[in-house]
Every structure is written in structure tokens, then in C-alpha cells.
């Protein structure tokens, strides 16, 4: 079975400050790893995304994330927080196969506030 | 090119009410899953569909069913309504096969559901 842990609920940084959400990933198969993020009355909007290959992968907005294997993690970083950078960040894993589609498997989410 | 569109935006019921909602994908894409989104239990996969067939099932009552109609619009539909199904309903679609890797989800924004 699969799962996703984000540690922390709340995160708070200041405006220009990094930012490092953690997300820890529990799978019996290679997965597929994401980040979504959500801002207030809206839906998800996909950050990044791991399948293969390259390790460190860059999203939009100037996040990125690193998959580790040896300590099942896909933490999610960013040098400089901005004051838009407010919202709630999701973790989420799915397996590595095609027409697996849209079932995925998401952490309980950390909301980030960023402090001026 | 349209993002997904899901209606109503909002609306309230009262406990054994039933309720439909509705969601139309981004064009071409042929998968449609639907996520339950609360503050205690985050986000729970429901259902999705691909070409007109049920593909994945998460784990709820059968009050929770789908469809998928020959234009990739999908409706899901909520029979016997209790307090426990006030929630956000949130719509994504896909490719659903082939170059898009499981996982690459686009979301609407949700049809918020309050049960009285």
C-alpha cells in the first residue's frame, strides 16, 4: 500500500526566507511523486512532478524537489519565499505505471504562511 | 484552451437529500477522477473514469457513484445525504493514457457541498 507523510501542518517563514516543506513516502513499487498546490477557494495546481530520471526536478514559481530513495522523501524547497507563496502544499504518490490515471494517494497537506 | 469547469460552485442540501454534480474536462482529455476534499480526512480518492468505464475506486459507500458520458463530462452523484458528506468535491482530468504519467492531474475548482 501506498502513503504520503508531510511533516507539519503549519509551516511559517518570512518573506524572503527559505522555504522546506517535507514529505516522506511510503511504496511497495517505484512511484511517481508530486507536489500540488492549492490556494485559498481554488482547486490543485500541479508544482512538479518526479517519474524518472533526474533526481532534483524544478517546478513553476521557483520550487523544486529532491527524490532521495535511500530515505523515502520529496521535500519541497524554495531559496526566497514571496508573499504569494501563501497557500496549502500537498504531497501525493501514485504508482509508477501508465492507466494508473487519476488515483492518487495525497498527505494531509501543510499550509504555509509567509510573515512580511 | 478551458481548464476544467465543475458546477454548481456551491450549494446546500439537507440530510437524505440526493445531489449531482457535474464536471467537464479539459478538451481531449478522456480521464475524469473525482476527490473528496474535508478538514479531517484531507484529500480521498473517489472515483475515475475513462471512457465511459469506471477505472479506479476508492473507498466509499455506494451513496457515491459516477458516470462518464461519450464527451468525457462526468457527473458524480451523492444519494441519501448525511452531515458527514459536507465537503469540497474537487474534479480533475487527464490524458488518462499513454504520454501522460499517472499522476499529471488537472483540477477545477471544487463545487462545495454543505449538508444541513
Known amino acids: 500500500a501506498q502513503s504520503v507523510t508531510q511533516l507539519g501542518s503549519h509551516v511559517s517563514v518570512s518573506e524572503g526566507a527559505l522555504v522546506l516543506l517535507r514529505c516522506n513516502y511510503s511504496s511497495s513499487v517505484p512511484p511517481y511523486l508530486f507536489w500540488y498546490v492549492q490556494y485559498p477557494n481554488q482547486g490543485l495546481q500541479l508544482l512538479l512532478k518526479y517519474t524518472t530520471g533526474a533526481t532534483l526536478v524544478k517546478g513553476i514559481n521557483g520550487f523544486e524537489a529532491e527524490f532521495k530513495k535511500s530515505e523515502t522523501s520529496f521535500h519541497l524547497t524554495k531559496p526566497s519565499a514571496h508573499m504569494s507563496d501563501a497557500a496549502e502544499y500537498f504531497c501525493?504518490?501514485?504508482?509508477?505505471?501508465?492507466?494508473?490515471?487519476?488515483?492518487?494517494?495525497f498527505g494531509q497537506g501543510t499550509e504555509l504562511s509567509v510573515k512580511p | 484552451k478551458a481548464g476544467v469547469t465543475q458546477t454548481p460552485r456551491y450549494l446546500i442540501k439537507t440530510r437524505g437529500q440526493q445531489v449531482t454534480l457535474s464536471c467537464s474536462p479539459i478538451s481531449g482529455h478522456r480521464s475524469v477522477s473525482w476527490y473528496q476534499q474535508t478538514p479531517g480526512q484531507g484529500l480521498q480518492f473517489l472515483f475515475e473514469y475513462f471512457s465511459e468505464t469506471q477505472r479506479n475506486k476508492g473507498n466509499f459507500p455506494g451513496r457515491f457513484s459516477g458516470r462518464q458520458f461519450s464527451n468525457s463530462r462526468s457527473e458524480m452523484n451523492v444519494s441519501t445525504l448525511e452531515l458527514g458528506d459536507s465537503a469540497l468535491y474537487l474534479c480533475a482530468s487527464s490524458l488518462g493514457q499513454g504520454t501522460s504519467p499517472a499522476g499529471e492531474l488537472f483540477f477545477g475548482e471544487g463545487s462545495r457541498l454543505t449538508v444541513l
Open positions: 501525493a504518490v501514485s504508482h509508477m505505471i501508465y492507466n494508473q490515471g487519476g488515483k492518487l494517494i
